[in-house]
């Protein structure tokens, strides 16, 4: 079946840091991959997205490569900044599917 | 352009209580989602209408709980009654297609039964 495993956090990190936030997924055919980030309390936005192998989906500084290869869509940032903190989910939407599927989220702390 | 507007945005009732949770999507989209999102966990979803019918309520315990989505705009999800385990954040979200563009998401109702 389809399923998202993200790293678990909390991930704690200085400003400035450099980030990565791991996920992997398990699909049949081309997924759409898909990372949202949820403030403290706000709803879930689209952080970036990429529909295709080798595509880099980018925003904000943030960047994610769909890695058909290792099935993977890791999440970076260069330079993180104490207003990152937040809740980031990994997501995929299966080939002729409609919904998408979470990952378990993972809590990402910056500290000044 | 408005967003997706939930409300209320918090709610405590007792176990067996009956509660329900309004959503209004973003103009013109004609899909919308109910998930539960249970602290620690990714959003499940529970239901996803289009337009005013029903396309997925594989996950929803109907048991106890029931959505519409009247005239094809504005939705209503009601949990009757209500157990502890129930206790979560629900999340709308609307989106212009099937799921394979943007879902664009409310703040949410945290649910908290005692």
């Known amino acids: 079946g389809n399923s998202v495993t993200q790293m678990e956090g909390p991930v704690t990190l200085s400003e400035e840091a450099f980030l990565t936030i791991n996920c992997t997924y398990t699909?049949?055919?081309?997924?759409?991959l898909f990372w949202y980030v949820q403030y403290p309390g706000e709803g879930l936005q689209l952080l970036l997205k990429?529909?295709?192998a080798d595509d880099k989906g980018s925003n904000k500084g943030f960047e994610a490569t769909y890695r058909k290869e290792t099935t993977s869509f890791h999440l970076e940032k260069g330079s993180v900044q104490v207003s990152d903190s937040a809740v980031y989910f990994c997501a995929l939407n299966p080939d002729s599917n409609y919904q998408l599927i979470w990952g378990a989220g993972t809590k990402l702390i910056i500290k000044p | 352009e408005a967003g997706v507007a939930q409300s209320p945005r918090y709610k405590i009732i007792e176990k067996r209580q009956s509660v329900a949770f309004w959503c209004n999507p973003i103009?013109?989209?004609?899909?919308l989602y109910w998930y539960q999102q249970i602290l620690g966990q990714g959003p499940k979803l529970l239901i996803q209408?289009?337009?005013?019918?029903?396309?997925?309520d594989s996950q929803l315990p109907k048991d106890r709980f029931s959505a519409e989505r009247l005239k094809g705009v504005d939705s209503t999800l009601k949990i009757q009654p209500a157990k502890l385990e129930d206790s979560a954040v629900y999340l709308c979200?609307?989106?212009?297609?099937?799921?394979?563009?943007?879902?664009?998401f409310g703040p949410g109702t945290r649910l908290t039964v005692t």
């Open positions: 979200a609307s989106s212009s297609d099937r799921g394979t563009t943007e879902q664009y």
């Open positions: 103009s013109g989209h004609a899909t």
């Open positions: 990429a529909t295709k």
């Open positions: 209408f289009q337009n005013n019918g029903v396309v997925d």
């Open positions: 699909a049949t055919g081309y997924p759409s």
